[in-house]
């Protein structure tokens, strides 16, 4: 899962009883040589999924880490493109992977930005956020959009009960539990607190008009791997 190149076992464990922006400031060099980074076929497949929807103008990655949506945005957005990430050593590398782009650090649950962007992305974070949490991500994302904006969200459709990846997801997120319960600053990151209904139901209630759709991923990552469907939330045209 790791490749050389990604951080040791005393380096995860060290950022994992972090918190979590300090414990992605420690992971920041080395992050794009790890599992969480999200791969390439998941955002080929969101780019041609979305080009159809277009013309974008301005785009914005929320918890942009080191530019993974930013890679999505380029080949959209006509406009500029704006990542925002708490984690200042996450925007460094992204500053340096897209020199082109504005990086903005701010949390993600106030975001600063207000009708401006035309598409907003969001790729592997939302289990760093408690369901409490999502009303105000949900809010502030509407908010940065221009009305009619769009904001499509990636996210993993839970693996089959009899797969391993069931019991290592839920293995996982036991052991935050604990590790949250026992140990202080908190570090929030769960598998299993996000399912797309409730997603559907929280972004609907943001104020967006929901639709799905199945994301077609290139066969090497869904082969045994995890697979992903596209959440299509758009914010209402402004009234006549
Ligand atoms: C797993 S990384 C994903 C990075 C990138 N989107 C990708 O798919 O490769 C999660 C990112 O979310 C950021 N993050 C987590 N909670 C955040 C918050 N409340 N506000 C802003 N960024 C946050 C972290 O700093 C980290 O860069």
Redesign the pocket.
């Known amino acids: 899962m790791f490749s050389p190149r990604g951080p040791s076992l005393r380096e995860l464990t060290v950022q994992a009883l972090s918190s ?2 300090r414990g ?1 400031d420690l992971l920041a060099p080395k ?1 794009d040589h790890t599992p ?3 791969p390439a076929s998941v955002l080929d497949a969101t780019v041609e999924a979305l080009s159809g929807l277009g013309p974008f103008e301005a785009g914005l ?1 929320v ?4 530019g ?2 930013l890679t999505v945005l380029e080949p959209l957005c006509e406009g500029r493109r704006t990542g ?4 200042a050593g ?1 925007l460094a590398q992204a500053r340096a992977a897209h020199p082109g782009a504005t990086l903005v650090r ?4 106030a975001l600063p930005f207000a009708d401006g962007f035309d598409l907003a992305v ?4 939302l289990g ?2 408690l369901p409490a949490e999502r009303p105000a991500l949900f809010d502030g994302i509407r908010r940065a959009l221009r009305p009619g904006g769009l904001f499509a969200l990636v996210v993993g459709v839970p693996p089959p009960l009899t797969s391993p990846a069931h019991w290592v997801t839920l293995g996982f997120d036991v052991v935050m539990r604990v590790r949250n319960a026992v140990w202080r600053p908190p570090f929030v990151m769960y598998y299993r607190t996000s399912p797309i209904p409730a997603l559907r139901a929280d972004l609907t209630a943001a104020g967006f008009t929901v639709r799905s759709a199945p994301l077609p991923v290139a066969a090497r990552v869904l082969d045994g791997g995890p697979r992903f469907e596209l959440l299509l939330a758009r914010k209402p045209a402004a009234a006549p």
């Open positions: 979590v922006e992605y992050f969480f980074r999200t990655d918890c942009c880490g080191t993974a949506g925002v990430d708490f984690s996450m701010a949390d993600a649950r969001s790729f592997g974070a760093h956020f």
